[in-house]
């Protein structure tokens, strides 16, 4: 058996994860839900595509565009996980922001512990949850081949599309959040209304990247 036929049914696996993956999570509403299964399966999912495509891209020696999207990727996974390492008192006591802690800390008796870089540990961790889904297909758009980001594209902008139609359905109260009730309210697969605009603004560039090609097999290729 050929590397070719053995890579083959691994790339499909994989596309088949990086694909349904993100129509789970798009559709699940994102992590700001107040809902812990639902963020913890959205997590799950999320970091199964982050370590699939960090080792497609890992495996990527010669492509320094990969290479770099892994470095960006840890960087910013760091940046706020750090923030949650614990630092002993000689150390966090001389850091601004902190002495109003340790007056507390003094009137209530209390000896000073250890006690992380962040002032809201549960708040940073949600951050760092939050950061899943970008970093996984952030990370997933350097190890994907060309041939499937048009799919890719593809399947953005559908769900983009399904999306505003269950929003415009909601606005005329024919259906109701698929989170609750929204009262109206345009939310489409999303909690509030602030994410359904974030995806579809999000969503135009992959819908451009699918017209323009299109668009030079015309006269108007001459004003693109």
């Not at 994860?17 to 129509?23: H, K, L, Q, R, S």
């Not at 697969?189 to 819908?207: E, G, Q, R, T």
Request: with cysteine; charged share 10%; glycine share 10%.
């Amino acid at each position: 058996m050929s590397s070719k036929s053995k890579i083959e049914p691994l790339d499909r696996i994989w596309q088949i994860v990086i694909f349904a993956g993100f129509a789970a999570i798009f559709v699940m509403g994102g992590t700001s839900y107040p809902g812990a299964a639902r963020v913890w399966a959205i997590t799950l999912v999320s970091i199964t595509v982050l370590v699939l495509s960090a080792l497609r891209a890992g495996g990527q020696a010669n492509s320094p565009i990969a290479f770099g999207g892994l470095i960006i990727a840890a960087l910013s996974f760091a940046l706020v996980g750090a923030q949650l390492i614990p630092l002993p008192a000689s150390v966090w006591t001389l850091l601004p922001g902190r002495q109003f802690v340790v007056d507390s800390l003094g009137a209530a008796g209390l000896a000073l512990g250890s006690m992380p870089l962040t002032l809201d540990p549960a708040a940073t961790r949600s951050n760092l949850i939050a950061m899943f889904p970008a970093l996984a297909f952030f990370v997933a758009g350097f190890a994907m081949p060309a041939r499937l980001r048009g799919q890719f594209a593809l399947l953005v902008s559908i769900l983009a599309v399904i999306n505003v139609v269950l929003g415009l359905a909601q606005r005329g109260n024919l259906v109701v959040g698929l989170w609750g009730d929204t009262g109206a309210n345009v939310m489409g697969f999303f909690v509030n209304h602030n994410m359904y605009a974030a995806a579809l603004y999000c969503s135009i560039p992959f819908l451009v990247s699918l017209v323009l090609p299109e668009l030079r097999k015309t006269p108007a290729r001459r004003f693109i």
